[in-house]
């Protein structure tokens, strides 16, 4: 009988920010932030509706705890 396996191939990485995969971005830590979100951090105004989702999506992102 023939044997079958199962190949996980990641096409690239999930943003903190909108949750989409993207190959093309921004790695800070262990966190991943998209070219798209990238750009729209820097042109957003304090005072713009997505500010505040950006900054709790930037809250999130802390250094990993290296266990050595």
Do not use: W
């Not at 396996?5 to 790695?27: F, N």
């Not at 830590?29 to 304090?46: Q, Y």
């Not at 997505?50 to 930037?58: D, K, R």
Request: glycine residues 6%; hydrophobic residues 30%.
């Amino acid at each position: 009988m023939k044997q079958t396996r199962v190949i996980h191939v990641r096409l690239g990485e999930k943003c903190v920010c909108c949750q989409d995969v993207r190959t093309e971005g921004l790695r800070i830590f262990d966190s991943f932030i998209c070219l798209k979100c990238e750009e729209g951090i820097v042109d957003v105004e304090s005072n713009e509706e997505p500010y505040e989702h950006f900054i709790t999506a930037l809250r999130g992102i802390t250094p990993s705890v290296n266990e050595n």
